[in-house]
């Protein structure tokens, strides 16, 4: 397991004018191992909250001046979710039971053991916690919704990688793309589309490692027709589709030896030939390749030819996984979650506890894509592998299959603006496939085009 998300010290404000009493108690929460601001009055305890307070208030309700009833109704006022636990004496029990209706997280009748109160502050902090977790998803959420780039984290390395994309791409240059799966190679090669001067050509994209090695060569050369008396039609492939715009190879280096040697010359003379003869044509394109591999290292491996890496290999991006950049980890989550409670329906989304060490304690192997999939599993309160219990009522298998279909179709037209071209590279379906669900969950890809946008 690595480090953990780091979690801002949560104090417990205890205000109490009595100084034996006070000092006592003080002394019984620190050796619970809990931050401890003692305070003699309710106005200088006050003058110690903010909205932001990250702990609780434990108050005496008979004090001189301001009693705990004011001070209790005073931190309504401030952030009415700060909790509240109320001492009283049994002269002071109508009071507070009155307060407990009105919002107070506990009270505690003299004379109570300290384990008692121990548990009840232990149960505040917590509740406190999620309640600031959840503010920071909200708050982290709005940040992030707007943006331009869907490479989300202001981690250092991440900022790094959003500044060299945006040179990289003015420059026009082949580019190839190191990272683990699911850290959003695709992502990178989109952003580099449509940054560059290519923005508003075609966007193809080929899973190198997806295509079978018989149908390869047709699907990126194309086949001119066959001059035998059946005659195959005339098929473009996907590299000369891809003229004035870009070219996105994925998982090149599960492309084989063949491929290999060919996709060479395409690079070297920027033209291309069809199966079955015919004229080399030039072809305008910019290359970017992606691997989950360290391409070097197949080199030296023999399984990728060293001439192909370096002609490649003229600008090298390498994604960051998600274990490097844990600090991400809370602003993703917030920002797929709030794009899947959306578009599913889901109001008001509160993470979990056991959302949290979900996200605090997992090594997310599957790096952004896992934290995707988690994001719209705990949106949609489903069990999952992390121990996440559903707490609502479930819909039926289809409807939650269908609710996820949806999701995932805007998320693409959302990622594209509206590109269906895009779309349909990003989401690996026909044209008349992605038509099709788009009639039956009624989305409309006007709804995701920004003019502004345009080239």
Request: hydrophobic residues 40%; glycine residues 6%; proline residues 7%.
């Amino acid at each position: 397991m690595t480090d953990a998300l780091p979690t801002p010290v949560a104090p417990v404000l205890f205000v109490e004018d009595d100084a034996e009493l006070r000092r006592a108690i003080t002394e019984a929460l620190e050796l619970a191992d809990l931050a401890v601001l003692p305070c003699p009055d309710a106005e200088r305890g006050l003058a110690s909250l903010t909205p932001d307070f990250p702990g609780v208030v434990v108050s005496d309700i008979r004090m001189e001046g301001m009693d705990g009833l004011e001070l209790f109704a005073r931190i309504r006022a401030i952030d009415p979710e700060i909790p509240v636990i109320l001492i009283s004496g049994h002269a002071d029990i109508p009071m507070a039971v009155q307060a407990l209706q009105d919002g107070a997280f506990d009270f505690l009748t003299k004379p109570f053991p300290l384990e008692r109160l121990v548990g009840a502050v232990g149960q505040a902090l917590e509740t406190r916690r999620s309640v600031m977790e959840n503010r920071a998803l909200r708050a982290a959420t709005a940040t992030l919704i707007n943006t331009d780039s869907p490479l989300i984290g202001d981690s250092p390395v991440m900022v790094r990688l959003r500044e060299t994309i945006s040179h990289v791409a003015k420059a026009d240059l082949d580019v190839l793309i190191e990272g683990e799966t699911g850290t959003g190679k695709e992502l990178v090669a989109l952003l580099l589309h449509r940054l560059g001067r290519r923005r508003g050509r075609p966007f193809v994209a080929v899973n190198c490692g997806a295509v079978p090695d018989a149908f390869a060569e047709a699907e990126l050369f194309g086949h001119a027709p066959d001059r035998s008396g059946y005659r195959q039609p005339q098929h473009t492939g996907r590299i000369e589709a891809s003229d004035k715009g870009t070219l996105f190879l994925d998982e090149v280096d599960s492309m084989s030896p063949n491929l290999q040697v060919k996709l060479l010359r395409v690079l070297e003379e920027r033209e291309v030939t069809s199966l079955g003869g015919g004229e080399p044509r030039p072809v305008d394109l910019r290359v970017v390749a992606a691997a989950k591999r360290d391409l070097h290292e197949a080199v030296k491996e023999g399984s990728f030819r060293e001439d192909l890496f370096y002609r490649l290999d003229v600008v090298r991006l390498r994604v960051p996984a998600l274990r490097e950049r844990r600090s991400d980890v809370l602003p993703l989550f917030a920002y797929f979650a709030e794009q899947a409670a959306r578009r599913i329906g889901v109001k008001d989304y509160a993470m979990s506890d056991s959302v949290r060490r979900r996200l605090v304690e997992h090594d997310w192997p599957g790096n952004v894509r896992e934290l995707r999939n988690f994001a719209v599993s705990a949106v949609l309160d489903l069990p999952s592998a992390g121990g996440v219990q559903p707490t609502q009522p479930q819909a039926p298998l289809m409807e939650r299959v269908d609710a996820f279909e949806a999701m995932v179709i805007r998320e693409a037209l959302q990622s594209t603006l509206g590109n269906m071209t895009e779309a349909m590279a990003l989401l690996g379906v026909a044209r008349k496939t992605l038509y099709d669900k788009l009639k039956r969950h009624d989305i409309d890809p006007n709804d995701y085009r920004r003019p502004t946008r345009s080239s």
